[in-house]
């Protein structure tokens, strides 16, 4: 974009920043002046990872996204309370797929042969930290609704996507 | 006339089908098995019919516990129950069925025990559904989010156990009897459907505390036994509802027990 600053020199601009989060650098040139330049880290801040643990599994990492269990601390503490409970309640692990990128932002889930390509067919959410899927298959009517309620406890909502090609719930919090 | 009046309100159930939204499409008759009390601890026992109207099967069952639960039973018997005592921060006393309860069939006792004097608390019911997908939607603000009690679930009013009050003298206990008498003999509740009854209810709590103030301990009680026998041959005619008749019983044994 281009603007003229006036007399001063100084003006102020406002950057948007795109879908996928990562750093940006802001360049500025100006005829006769040494170009000048900002950078701008894109991210939704103080994700944490969810930690490993004997008690659930995690699924999803590919090699270009390795990390894709990072959510809020709220987010991420209701996930391991959902999976101990489970664990007591059934002893079994639940397997959580994915929640959000390490740096928040677009999660091109789709990549790859017969998806989009990157950064082009994302969930649409698992953006801010607040999803995370958990794996389906192999769970009985009984710890589905387990998980259903126990989820909902922690004050979440469920989404039912079993019916898909990757059965999972898409649990929001 | 009075006769068909009786059996026209005995035919209402107690909760309606007050929602039109996944989980409210049931239609409860909530009665009162039994409540006891020992030294500061009540517990209250409940059956549920899950009435052939209902569209979807009855699934969870909360109660509001104000004080905390202290106990809590997963019944036995032909269907699986879990139980909990907390749902988003707030203590109930929580029952939910592994499998689900069709229209036409009633749930075993489900019985909790809190610390504290049985009183009208909120009740949520729900029925199960098949739940939504959620996977194409943008992350909403978290503070948005629906609560399940409001949206998936219906509610109403039910006995349960309130923490003491501050004052536990009888003279506040017998004011608290008064006041749930008085409430379950109006609207919404209406517990009691003979007004007769309820005045002469009121009038043995006020004689009770009439005799209470003057020294009268015996008298007091007496006017007290003369109160439970109104309640249960009130119950068994069926001007009393269950949910009263153990409600008011218990409370006024509580005060036989404080004066």
Known sequence: MQFNTGPTGVDTVTFVAPDPAGPVTVTGTLSGARKGLAKVQVEVKDLMKLPIDPKYDTTGAKPVHPDNHYATQSHIGAVIALANEFWYQFGKKLTFNDSSLELGGLYDVDLGAGGGGYWTYPHRGHRLGQNTDVRTNGLVQEELDFVWDTWEKYGGTVGDETNTSQPHYHLTR | ?259
């Open chain 2, 1 to 259: 006339m009075r006769h068909i009046l009786l059996s026209l309100s005995l035919a209402i159930p107690s909760a309606t089908l007050v929602g039109q939204n996944p989980g409210q499409k049931i239609n409860l008759d909530i009665q009162l098995a039994s409540v006891n009390t020992a030294a500061d601890t009540s517990g209250v026992s409940y059956v549920i019919t899950n009435l052939s109207s209902s569209v979807e099967p009855m699934w969870r069952y909360f109660v509001d516990a104000p004080s905390g639960v202290l106990r809590i039973a997963s019944p036995s018997g032909t269907f699986k129950w879990r139980s909990d005592t907390s749902f988003r921060g707030q203590s109930m006393a929580r029952w939910i069925l592994t499998a689900y309860l069709a229209g036409g069939s009633v749930t075993p006792e489900l019985h909790f025990e809190s610390v504290g004097v049985p009183g009208i608390v909120i009740y949520w019911a729900g029925g199960h559904f098949q739940l939504p997908s959620r996977e194409d939607e943008l992350e909403p603000d978290t503070a948005a989010l629906p609560d399940p009690l409001g949206a998936a679930m219906i509610t109403g009013k039910t006995v349960g156990v309130e923490a003491w009050p501050a004052d536990r003298s009888a003279q506040a206990l017998l004011a608290r009897l008064r006041s749930l008498t008085l409430q379950t003999c109006a609207t919404p509740l209406l517990w009691i459907t003979d007004s007769t009854l309820c005045t002469q209810l009121v009038s043995d709590v006020d004689q009770a505390e009439s005799y209470r103030s003057g020294g009268q301990i015996a008298s007091a009680k007496s006017s007290l036994e003369h109160y439970r026998s109104l309640l249960l041959s009130g119950n068994t005619a069926g001007t009393v509802k269950s949910s009263s008749y153990w409600l008011l019983k218990s409370n006024s044994e509580i005060l036989d027990r404080v004066m």
